[in-house]
């Protein structure tokens, strides 16, 4: 059974800085694209960002750009994403996500628990 783990959810104030883990088990993940979305209160999900396997393709939503960086270790079949410059609108549970293929789809099949971060004004 697959499973993806978030880590590193938090408080932050704005500015500031958070760094998610999402940690994935249960098969291979060979060609496999995985990456991140969110929801904020009283909103729908939202894609924020994606990942290849080979880490070559790399693709943000156009409200993280150039503050959010996504990367991957395959040895650790892990994901990261770096967020900087946190605004009080980044506020929101983050879901770690994958799918087969090159790049993360609108309903992925696999979703981690969600993760909560929060960034205070």
């Known amino acids: 059974q697959v499973q993806l783990v978030e880590s590193g959810g938090g408080l932050v104030q704005a500015g500031g800085s958070l760094r998610l883990s999402c940690a994935a088990s249960?098969?291979?993940?060979?060609?496999?694209?995985m990456g991140w979305f969110r929801q904020a209160p009283g909103k729908e999900r939202e894609f924020v960002a994606g990942?290849?396997?080979?880490?070559?393709?790399?693709y943000y939503a156009d409200s993280v750009k150039g503050r959010f960086t996504i990367s991957r270790d395959n040895a650790k079949n892990t994901i990261y994403l770096q967020m900087n410059s946190l605004k009080p609108e980044d506020t929101a549970i983050y879901y770690c996500?994958?799918?087969?293929?090159?790049?993360?789809?609108?309903?992925?099949?696999?979703w981690g628990q969600g993760t909560q971060v929060t960034v205070s004004s």
């Open positions: 249960g098969r291979t993940f060979n060609n496999y694209a």
């Open positions: 990942i290849s396997w080979t880490g070559i393709s790399i």
């Open positions: 996500v994958a799918n087969q293929g090159h790049r993360i789809g609108p309903n992925p099949n696999y």
